[in-house]
């Protein structure tokens, strides 16, 4: 059974599980709205006990393909996100890209499908996940081709 799904317009109570927090992520991102999730990420990240800065500009340019890819598959920010159990360590958690599912695929499968010379099984997509402040933040993404 899933943790958490979602679709359309979330509030910061959707914050309240490390799902959550990736379904609202991922619903900002099919919506367009990177400067949001950029801003965001480097806020909860410089704020971290080791601060950790991303450069806007990469991040943008990675929601950039997302975006692009999400859109070639028709996701809309009507679209549903679910996403499997999500084993939290204290305050961190990693969702891998295959427990996030839309569109009757998981997201690695989907980003792989639209990756230039990447196979099955080649590509490795995670997000970490950190509590601050009673609520989940996506704080980074991980795409890793091996």
């Known amino acids: ?3 958490a799904t979602g679709s359309g317009t979330n509030s910061s109570a ?8 990736l379904v ?5 991102i099919v919506g367009g709205d990177y400067a949001a999730v950029c801003q965001q990420m480097s806020s909860v990240a410089a704020a971290m006990p080791t601060p950790t800065s991303i450069p806007t500009s990469a991040c943008i340019t990675t929601l950039t393909s997302f975006h692009q890819n999400f859109a070639t598959d028709g996701l809309t920010t009507k679209s549903t996100f679910t996403i499997d159990p999500v084993k939290a360590t ?12 839309v569109a009757g ?9 639209h990756s230039t010379g990447v196979q099955s099984g080649q590509l490795g997509l995670s997000f970490e996940e950190s ?12 795409l890793n081709v091996g």
Request: charged content about 5%; overall charge negative.
């Open 90 to 101: 204290g305050a961190s958690a990693t969702i891998s890209g295959s427990d996030v599912h």
């Open 105 to 113: 695929s998981t997201l690695t499968a989907l980003m792989t499908a």
């Open 14 to 21: 959707d914050q309240a599980t490390p799902a959550a927090a």
């Open 24 to 28: 609202h992520l991922l619903q900002q």
């Open 131 to 142: 509590l601050v402040s009673g609520a989940w933040y996506v704080t980074n993404m991980n």
């Open 1 to 3: 059974m899933a943790e």
